[in-house]
């Protein structure tokens, strides 16, 4: 067999593989949205260089805990949980610096207290909207840690 053969099969592997896993991202995205209340939502997870350790992800709401799935993984499970009742609200900010590159356009920068320290997170004006109400709303009695 010709050498070129062997190296179509290699490319031909490699295409089938890419597009099994550009369904199965598109598949487990479905997943996650069809109960409503998924929205795109970048988090910080690196704080050691300004404006850097941004990861894009899908955040979706589940009772009391806000939910985050990276976006390019298969994982069904959420990557990070955050508790309601952890979450407070500081303020917002627009991306800086390297951010603008690293987060969605549309998106700005939304800073909360938890008990383990400053957490940041970029999602579109809409979506922190609603995730203000979420952070405020609690079940009734309920305290809230403040």
Known sequence: MPQWHSLLDVVGVVLVLLVA????LILRRRLLSRHGGTFE????????????GWVLGLGRYNG?????FRVFTLDPRPRKVFARTELDYVGRRQPEG???YSLYSDHVVATCETPSGIQEFAMSREAL???????????????RRG
């Open 21 to 24: 896993y550009g369904l199965g």
């Open 41 to 52: 939502l970048s988090v910080r997870v690196r704080t050691d260089r300004p404006g850097r």
């Open 64 to 68: 009391e805990e806000l939910q985050w």
């Open 98 to 100: 390297a951010e603008v």
């Open 129 to 143: 909207t609603g995730f203000q109400a979420w952070t405020e709303a609690a079940p009734p009695g309920q305290l």
